[in-house]
């Protein structure tokens, strides 16, 4: 070969029989040949490894001398990495076009080859020209000057690292997020979130990162969500115990607590508590106790529930605190969150979704907000005003928010003391004129403060408004408030489209990207930053930040979202449960550096 001129060169290959050639795997044989063999770097291989090309590319760039690209998509034979197959260009989950932006900028100019495959019986004469003219189009777009980011890109999309934390996604793997579900302390992160079940039974699962090594450990499930709704509510206690509530849509919570310290690799048996239960949320206070809400839907009246654990006791309905006008048993929404603030004492935001089922809420506010300065035993406004007769309809303070039907994202407190919670405006129900308007709420003397965060949206993103997902708030460890909003282009959304499924619906929507504001004056001024994958028709969405529960550290929150699309199911049990789609969970972690957009 030397004799000749050419260049020898391996490429990792999707496994027959089953050879895994993983980025470690190839790494491994270049260097064992003093770099005299090259590598051919194909863009769907990796996925039999289960790994993405996009995660890899920058350890094996220098070494390539030749790309191959071609379109994956899933099969649907269960969690084998290797049951990949597969497609027409451009369909698929191989995110060509992201390795096409990168190669361009490392100043590849080399060939590609595009590897393609018969379809439906349709041979190369018909499947490629349509294929190789869609390459051809990622190749002359690469990089171009879009209109709806800065001109300096590293201003507003910093270089933060972005790592796949599972493949096989629920539609809402990150939702919910009053769940918390990232956590770190004495040296390891760990992260939980939802895996699809494909119709059925979706999987909780959690994963722990040694940040001394980088090394990740490897996946373990806790038990089965009955759907979608069902997803991981994490926390740390003073001994550093993990303790985890998930599983229902209106049942039982499955509770469970880790054998030992700060390690999720081992647990103990399921305890269920609850009855009609969905969305907890969960903290520890200094005592070890733990305070969790939720929405329980007892007919035919559905309240926002109360319970508590104290250590070596059994889980007790402390009972409802807030419960609806009208008992007619129709749907309605809490999404309730707790915070601790430095004093120890118990923060509580909601929201009334259907607000017609609560008295004066269009008129007096839709968002409501109660503090317990004994630990849960009896609540107040927050200048210390006490509620006596719970669960109320009415005497909970009342956050003015009255222009639409809203979603409320979770509460956290400043430093200071000041509560705040973000709203937005969803444009459901005929409300068509608001949609999109996110609003932060913060806790003064006089009231609750309205800021509106659209301008930040439109900086990162110009003619983008906030979907229909609620924001996620965090307060790091030095006082900076963090927002991660899900922002949709309003030339990609009809207010009249269905809600949950559609090209042209809020939810989900294909040209959701998430955007992250910071702020160090307690939500004066914000920076802005574009983070998550931006790619064409795919959605980037559900961000759950990582936020303080009580023991754990939060130098700078990390981020976990969602990658993917909802599915396309018309009825809500599909939707619940679809068999259609499956997505990727990432996290995103780093600290806030660069400039601002």
């Known amino acids: 070969v030397d004799g000749r001129g050419m260049v020898l060169a391996f490429e990792d290959f999707v496994p027959s029989p089953r050879l895994i050639c993983s980025s470690a795997d190839c790494l491994e044989i270049l260097d064992q040949t003093d770099e005299r063999v090259k590598f051919v770097f194909d863009t769907g291989n990796f996925e039999a490894a289960g790994e993405r090309a996009e995660d890899v590319l920058d350890l094996l760039y220098d070494r390539s001398c030749h790309f191959h690209f071609k379109d994956f998509a899933r099969t649907d034979t269960g969690e084998d990495p290797c049951t990949c197959r597969g497609t027409y260009f451009g369909r698929g989950r191989t995110n ?7 190669i361009k900028q490392h100043g590849y100019s080399g060939w590609v080859a595009l590897e393609s495959y018969p379809q ?17 189009k990622l190749f002359a777009d690469a990089l171009p000057d879009r209109s709806n980011t800065a001109a300096d890109e590293s201003a507003v999309r910093p270089n933060w690292t972005d790592t796949l934390i599972s493949a096989q996604g629920s539609t809402r793997g990150s939702a919910y997020i009053e769940n918390n579900k990232i956590l770190r302390a004495c040296g390891k992160l760990h992260v939980a979130w939802l895996d699809a079940g494909r119709g059925g039974p979706e999987f909780v699962r959690v994963k722990t990162l040694e940040e001394r090594n980088g090394q990740w450990s490897p996946t373990w499930t806790l038990g089965k969500a009955v759907d979608n709704h069902g997803g991981p509510t994490l ?5 550093g115990y993990l303790h985890i509530v998930f599983g229902p849509h209106h049942g039982p919570f499955s509770y469970r607590r880790s054998v030992r310290p700060d390690d999720a690799s081992d647990w103990g048996p399921v305890e269920l508590f609850g009855e009609r239960c969905t969305y907890p949320n969960l903290v520890c206070d200094a005592r070890n106790t733990l305070h969790l809400v939720c929405r329980e839907s007892d007919a035919p009246d559905w309240r926002l529930t109360y319970y508590r654990r104290k250590p070596g006791e059994s889980w007790t309905k402390v009972g409802p605190l807030v419960t609806s006008t009208k008992k007619d048993g129709s749907y309605r929404c809490y999404r309730a969150s707790l915070y601790l603030d430095g004093a120890g004492n118990l923060h509580l935001g909601f929201m009334l979704f259907g607000g ?10 839709l968002a409501g907000y109660l503090r317990s300065n004994d630990g849960g035993n009896t609540w107040t406004h927050f200048d210390g005003a006490a509620v006596e007769d719970l669960p109320t309809d009415t005497a909970f303070e009342r956050i003015p928010v009255t222009d639409n039907c809203i979603r409320a994202g979770n509460l956290v407190v400043l430093k200071d003391g000041r509560p705040c919670i973000t709203t ?17 709420w913060r806790r003064e003397d006089n009231g609750w403060q309205a800021i509106s965060l659209n301008p930040f949206i439109e900086k990162a993103y110009p003619h983008h408004r906030a979907s229909w997902a609620e924001p996620s708030m965090s307060v790091s460890d030095d006082g900076r408030l963090y927002l991660a909003l899900t922002a949709v282009d309003v030339h990609s959304v009809d207010h009249k489209a269905k809600l949950h499924c559609g090209p042209k619906a809020k939810f989900g929507n294909h040209s959701s990207r998430l955007v992250l504001l910071m702020s160090s004056d307690g939500g004066e001024t914000f920076d802005v930053r574009c983070v998550g994958r931006d790619v064409a028709d795919m959605p980037s969405w559900l961000p759950s930040l990582e936020r303080f529960t009580g023991h754990n550290n939060i130098p700078h929150p990390y981020l976990l979202y969602t990658y993917g699309s909802p599915g396309l199911a018309q009825k809500m049990k599909d939707i619940s449960s679809p068999k259609d789609a499956v997505t990727e969970i990432r996290l995103i972690t780093n600290e806030w550096k660069g400039r601002d957009r």
């Open 235 to 239: 926390v740390r206690d003073g001994n």
């Open 96 to 102: 060509n076009a992201e390795i096409v932006r990168a």
């Open 424 to 440: 937005v405006s969803t444009g459901f129900r005929g409300y068509s004129d608001k949609w999109g308007e996110a609003v932060l």
């Open 356 to 365: 017609e089922q609560f008295k004066d809420a269009r008129e007096k506010g």
């Open 120 to 136: 439906n019986g349709r041979g190369p004469e018909t499947v490629i020209p349509a294929e190789l003219a869609a390459l051809k």
